[in-house]
Each structure stands twice: as C-alpha cells, then as structure tokens.
C-alpha cells in the first residue's frame, strides 16, 4: 500500500524556520516570515540571523503576553484557553507552558495520546477495528476520519492520564476499561502545517473491545463510530480521508500485530529520542 501519511508525517522544510530557544534550550522553530511581529519585545525576546532566544526570568508570563498579541493579530487562531508544556529538546525537561493554540506556532514539542480500538476473535488476533469520523463542526480536521480515541496532552498530565480521560469523552470507555489497553510504540511527527510546524509524539496504546462492546461519544467531538474489518480499515488509512495522526496510529497497530508489511518509510516514523 502507498501511505501518503507517511510522506506527511515528514513534510517539513527546515530553511523556513529558525530555532527557538528559551535561555540555553532549544525548544522549537519560528517562521522567518512572522520574525517582525516578535519584534515588540526586544527585551525578552532576541532575534538574529540564527535563532529567536526568550532571555525573560518568567518564560510563561512573556508567552503569555506574546500569544495574545499573536492572536490578535491573526498569526494564532482556534484559541483554547488550555495550557501545553513546552519541552526541552535537548533533555526534555519542562521549562515553560503555552496557550495550546500556539505551540504551532512557536513549533515546540506536543504530546497527544492515542488508542486502536479493535475486537478480538477467539484467537485473541483482531478481526476489525472501531474508527471514528471527526464532527463536522470541529475546528481541526472536520469529517476525517480517526482512531478511537486521540486527543492532546495538556500541562499537568501524562499521556497516559490523557488517554485515561479521552477515553471517556471520546468513546464513552470507563477508566478500568481504558487501563487494559497496551502500550504501542511513539511516533514522531514533524511537519509543516497551515498553523505553523507540528513537531509532535504520538503515544499509542490497543484497546480490545469484544464483541457486543461498541464506543459511544461522549462530547460530541465524534460524528459516529463503525467496526470494519481490517482490510477496510487499513485501506482507509492508507488513503486521503483519515487524519495524518491517525492513520500513522492505525499503521503502527497493523504493523506490530503483524498485519501488513512495513511500508517505505515507515522506519522514520519510530525513531523518536
């Protein structure tokens, strides 16, 4: 199968952006394009040819301050008034937090967690997977089609604490259900989006659902739910209509159950820190 999410997943032009640092810690990417609207700050944030560097003593509170001006500018949209963490890339330490809205922009690291959600047969080996169709309301990706459950990871949570609680709200799953589900592996994006640069590590997990189980969401984030076979839901995610995330998700559940060859490429997908 040729999977054009694998291609995404690595869309990304480097020369476009430069490194973002707060104090001594590379934490992302700006485009070079919007380096004049973070010109308002010479003393917190400084700029040359190089790299944009945050020198403030409060990171979080200049953020703050920066993304709204952002936001009112146009540069940031789909405000969520939820705190992501912004991430060390060179020893993953926490160093500050930012409106979720923004982490494109400034191209640091997200985390967000995801769940196969798929019914065993008698052998225990899946027989067909749940997938989701997005809303048609929602602000990212409406219509497409996704895995079970797979949603960001906020400050103050782990990924598996999101799953735990996306389990709920996504597919109406109890957290003593939600804590069978096994651990996969994590895949790294890295690619230029319309927002800015997804720079993200997609932690996955499997979820069986027996037979006579069905998911039932829960904040209406979720048009509908089918059960397919495998064939159809590998064809699905290997073509045009199932979000990027999720169709890498269900690539990684095929493959480690041994379910399809690895596709060309695949093997950039795993290579996370």
């Known amino acids: 199968m040729n999977w054009p999410a694998i291609r995404a ?42 790299a944009v560097r945050l020198v403030a003593a409060e990171p979080t509170a200049v953020l703050a301050a920066v993304n709204t001006a952002l936001r009112d500018q146009g540069l940031v949209r789909g405000w969520r008034d939820e705190a992501f963490a912004v991430f060390s890339l060179d020893d993953g330490s926490r160093l500050a937090r930012t409106e979720r809205a923004t982490a494109r922009f400034w191209g640091t690291l997200t985390l967000a967690a995801h769940a196969n959600g798929y019914v065993p047969g008698p052998d225990g080996r899946p027989t067909h997977l749940w997938i989701a169709r997005r809303a048609f309301d929602k602000a990212t990706d409406p219509g497409l089609f996704d895995s079970l459950v797979g949603g960001g990871v906020p400050d103050g949570q782990t990924p598996h604490e999101a799953l735990l609680r996306e389990g709920w709200e996504e597919a109406g799953q ?100």
Do not use: K, Y
């Not at 707060?22 to 400084?46: F, I, K």
């Not at 699905?236 to 493959?255: C, K, N, R, S």
């Open 174 to 273: 109890r957290e003593d259900v939600m804590r069978s589900a096994m651990p996969g592996r994590v895949l790294r994006l890295q690619r230029d989006i319309p927002e800015g640069l997804q720079l993200e590590d997609l932690h996955v997990w499997d979820l069986a659902l027996p037979e006579g189980v069905a998911p039932h969401n829960q904040d209406g984030e979720v048009q509908a739910f089918s059960r397919l076979p495998l064939d159809e839901a590998l064809a699905l995610a290997a073509g045009d209509t199932m979000t990027v995330d999720a169709a890498l998700v269900t690539l990684d559940f095929a493959l480690r159950h041994g379910l399809l060859a690895a596709p060309a490429g695949a093997e950039a997908l795993f290579d996370t820190p």
């Open 9 to 50: 997943a690595r869309a990304h032009d480097p020369a476009r952006r430069l490194p973002f640092f707060v104090g001594q810690h590379l934490v992302g990417s700006v485009a070079r394009e919007h380096l004049g609207a973070l010109r308002d700050w010479p003393q917190a944030l400084r700029i040359d040819a190089t």
